[in-house]
């Protein structure tokens, strides 16, 4: 939608936060209140349309709002409605922030927190997880971002919640470039990702083995495989083709992953490269190596 393009460029934003319980909805909040946005959490949906029309006609603040199954006559189709009439009314931008996470990340939090599911009170958190995936997938599909925590710290939600939501006045496009190891998921905030288990493997050398690819010995062994320069040219080209016409349609952040098998030598060592590039080609880029402090003794 193209009011929906550049919102940074907006005196008033207003975004709808919801998302599975458990997902990292609060955490969410809470990072858009430290960000200096006005936090508003379970209104009655009754009163939905009201709160953005009058922060809108004050003209003065950025609304985030929490709804989700907690909240006073919720429903998915109601929620949806209420965009949608706000975005008619040709209010500044409304968005739909969608925290997600896998059914068995969901459980193990339920479990290690003692904590009940609002559906399933008296019944297995499973149960109460599947029926909120069906409650929900309304506002999954029409959701304007959606944020997958389950293999995301705390830390590293707030950097993207940063990169997407920061109020601060910028026409640059913030770049993460990061390594990942897919042993252990593949990163879903990812906007471009490649994987690099084609390349030969430091993993199988015995003097390597104990380094990372951010020494010397393994980027040199790395960069003797047949097929590197030319993979190395090919990601050039087609990041430079693709960075400029990003910052061109208003996208204010990009994450760019590289994973192997164990996040450990190869993943590493194309992603200090490519941050290199990224910010030699003057953009402002984030090192990210999600998963090297765990992967002592891994296959890479």
Same mark, same amino acid.
């Given at each position: 939608?193209?009011?929906?393009?550049?919102?940074?460029?907006?005196?008033?934003?207003?975004?709808?936060?919801?998302?599975?319980?458990?997902?990292?909805?609060?955490?969410?909040?809470?990072?858009?209140?430290?960000?200096?946005?006005?936090?508003?959490?379970?209104?009655?949906?009754?009163?939905?349309?009201?709160?953005?029309?009058?922060?809108?006609?004050?003209? *003065?603040? /950025?609304?985030?709002?929490?709804?989700?199954?907690?909240?006073?006559?919720?429903?998915?189709?109601?929620?949806?409605? @209420?965009?949608?009439?706000?975005? /008619?009314?040709?209010?500044?931008?409304?968005?739909?922030?969608?925290?997600?996470?896998?059914?068995?990340?969901?459980?193990?939090?339920?479990?290690?927190?003692?904590?009940?599911?609002?559906?399933?009170?008296?019944?297995?958190?499973?149960?109460?997880?599947?029926?909120?995936?069906?409650?929900?997938?309304?506002?999954? @599909?029409?959701?304007?971002?959606?944020?997958?925590?389950?293999? +995301?710290?705390?830390? !590293?939600?707030?950097?993207?919640?940063?990169?997407?939501?920061?109020?601060?006045?910028? @026409?640059?496009?913030?770049? *993460?470039?990061?390594?990942?190891?897919?042993?252990?998921?593949?990163?879903?905030?990812?906007?471009?990702?490649?994987?690099?288990?084609?390349?030969? /493997?430091?993993?199988? !050398?015995?003097?390597?083995?104990?380094?990372?690819?951010?020494?010397?010995?393994?980027?040199?062994?790395?960069?003797?495989?047949?097929?590197?320069?030319?993979?190395?040219?090919?990601?050039?080209?087609?990041?430079?083709?693709?960075?400029?016409?990003?910052?061109?349609?208003?996208?204010?952040?990009?994450?760019?992953?590289?994973?192997?098998?164990?996040?450990?030598?190869?993943?590493?060592?194309?992603?200090?490269?490519?941050?290199?590039?990224?910010?030699?080609?003057?953009?402002?880029?984030?090192?990210?190596?999600?998963? +090297?402090?765990?992967?002592?003794?891994?296959?890479?």
């Amino acid at each position: 939608m193209s009011n929906m393009e550049n919102p940074r460029q907006s005196a008033n934003q207003v975004v709808i936060v919801s998302g599975m319980s458990g997902a990292g909805k609060s955490t969410a909040l809470r990072q858009f209140e430290d960000m200096g946005w006005e936090v508003a959490d379970n209104i009655p949906l009754t009163l939905l349309v009201q709160m953005v029309r009058d922060v809108g006609a004050a003209g *003065t603040a /950025n609304l985030a709002i929490g709804i989700d199954l907690r909240t006073r006559g919720f429903s998915s189709e109601q929620v949806l409605s @209420s965009i949608e009439e706000l975005r /008619n009314e040709g209010h500044d931008p409304v968005r739909l922030l969608f925290m997600d996470c896998d059914e068995a990340v969901l459980q193990r939090r339920f479990t290690e927190t003692r904590r009940r599911h609002p559906l399933a009170k008296d019944r297995p958190v499973g149960d109460g997880i599947r029926q909120e995936v069906q409650r929900l997938e309304g506002l999954k @599909s029409a959701a304007d971002l959606r944020i997958d925590s389950s293999n +995301l710290s705390q830390p !590293e939600l707030k950097r993207i919640l940063t990169g997407h939501f920061s109020l601060q006045r910028s @026409s640059r496009l913030a770049v *993460t470039v990061m390594s990942f190891s897919y042993v252990n998921g593949i990163p879903r905030e990812s906007d471009l990702m490649f994987d690099v288990r084609f390349l030969q /493997n430091p993993f199988y !050398e015995s003097n390597l083995r104990p380094l990372t690819g951010q020494d010397e010995a393994v980027v040199e062994f790395i960069a003797q495989d047949p097929v590197f320069d030319d993979f190395m040219e090919q990601i050039e080209k087609l990041l430079m083709l693709l960075l400029p016409r990003y910052v061109e349609e208003g996208k204010s952040y990009l994450t760019i992953s590289f994973g192997c098998t164990g996040g450990r030598h190869r993943s590493v060592c194309i992603t200090e490269k490519i941050h290199d590039l990224v910010v030699k080609s003057g953009y402002f880029a984030n090192l990210v190596h999600r998963d +090297l402090a765990d992967a002592r003794g891994t296959v890479k």
